[in-house]
């Protein structure tokens, strides 16, 4: 099993990126699936996950900035990051879970990276 980003990079302040997450190896459809980050020095935190039956959820950081979506046909969620800031600068993963916690993900991808300059 295995879950694949892709789509991060550099931008400047207030530009944006999408982030992508391909899974292999079993059908997420229904498992939450979503995205968490870790700054240099800083623990991984929650940014925004999405539900088997849609229901969405984010970080208040992003929210109001990010947007989650997912698309079962092809085992993939992502992440539309707008109005990016400095502070969203982090290693981003995808993660899947039935509990969707920190302590509880049962599969993570390798991670991609976001860059934020000023």
């Known amino acids: 099993v295995q879950l694949v980003e892709s789509g991060g990079g550099l931008v400047q302040a207030g530009g944006s990126l999408t982030l992508s997450c391909a899974a292999s190896g079993r059908t997420f459809s229904s498992y939450t699936m979503g995205w968490f980050r870790q700054a240099p020095g800083k623990g991984r935190e929650f940014v925004a996950a999405i539900r088997s039956g849609g229901t969405t959820n984010y970080a208040n950081s992003v929210k109001g900035r990010f947007t989650i979506s997912r698309d079962n046909a092809k085992n993939a969620v992502y992440l539309q990051m707008n109005s990016l800031k400095p502070e969203d600068t982090a290693l981003y993963y995808c993660?899947?879970?039935?509990?969707?916690?920190?302590?509880?993900?049962?599969?993570w991808g390798q991670g991609t990276q976001v860059t934020v300059s000023s």
């Open positions: 993660a899947a879970a039935r509990t969707f916690t920190v302590g509880t993900i049962e599969y």
